[in-house]
């Protein structure tokens, strides 16, 4: 199957607990010129901590990259220490937000069904959510990859419409590729992209075509071309290489020569 034209690729930098706001204005100021073409073809997207939200927004104003948190919660206000809205987020000029990210999961106990209603809540206020998935490395042992992440999608994704699938980004990342230096090979990482597919097309039918479904662990420069040139890999979530200009710069550039195939 040829990738489907509906299906641009989304290349999204998760910098997770790094980078003051002024760094991460700074390294904003240093991307921009090295992807302002590949942004023609490939959707990018920055997501710092949320006290640089601001300065980098005012860095990205021109709107050719977008701007994603880290979380969100599913209400719009109350007494929940610690949590921030989507409505908050919004006026910070995102338009993203990641959600459910193992590190959420596993050090912040973070379960499937909190995460459903947050998506819901961040769907709700119009934001795009990132919904992450993966397996750890004792799930896959134990033979439970499809489980665990067709398991965690299904919960992730409840209640929600084939309307709504269309505004989600579904990153693949198993637990064990995560700042390991280990990658899933493009073939270990399409085999669960074309599970997660399926199992999209089973609950929503034709919109499974459009989801971008992205791959994230250990996402470099060199290994960047070959995963996303699987037919169900549309991009990637990518964790240290999105620190540095010149490799997040070279990762979107592999999306887009994979976007330039006929
Ligand atoms: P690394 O790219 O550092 O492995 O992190 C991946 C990740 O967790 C992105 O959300």
């Known amino acids: 199957m040829t990738r489907s034209i509906q299906r641009r690729p989304l290349v999204a930098a998760n910098w997770k607990m790094n980078l003051l706001p002024r760094e991460g204005a700074a390294l904003a100021r240093e991307l921009l010129p090295r992807i302002r073409e590949e942004t023609g073809f490939v959707d990018v997207v920055l997501c710092p901590p ?4 601001a300065a980098v927004a005012d860095v990205l104003e021109d709107g050719a990259v977008g701007l994603g948190a880290q979380n969100s919660h599913w209400e719009e206000s109350g007494a929940y220490t ?10 910070l000029a995102c338009q993203w937000v990641i959600l459910g990210h193992s590190e959420r999961r596993q050090l912040f106990g973070e379960t499937d069904e909190g995460v459903n209603q947050r998506t819901r809540a961040a ?43 269309l505004a989600v980004a579904v990153a693949y990342e198993p637990v064990w590729a995560i700042g390991t230096g280990r990658t899933a090979t493009p073939e270990e990482a399409e085999s669960v992209h074309a599970l997660i597919r399926d199992r999209l097309r089973e609950g ?57 195939q006929p």
């Open 50 to 53: 949320y006290p640089g939200l």
């Open 82 to 91: 610690g949590e921030v809205s989507p409505r908050m987020l919004l006026t």
């Open 123 to 165: 769907l709700a206020a119009g934001l795009n959510p990132i919904l992450c998935i993966g397996e750890t490395l004792d799930q896959r042992d134990a033979g439970q990859v499809e489980s665990t992440v067709l398991g965690q999608l299904d919960r992730g994704l409840d209640g929600l419409t084939a309307e709504e699938v």
């Open 204 to 260: 929503f039918g034709e919109a499974a075509d459009a989801v971008r479904i992205l791959y994230g662990g250990s996402v470099k420069p060199e290994n960047a071309g070959e995963l996303f040139g699987q037919t169900d890999i549309d991009g990637g979530l990518i964790g240290g290489a999105s620190l540095r200009a010149e490799d997040f710069a070279a990762i979107v550039r592999a999306a887009t020569r994979e976007a330039e």
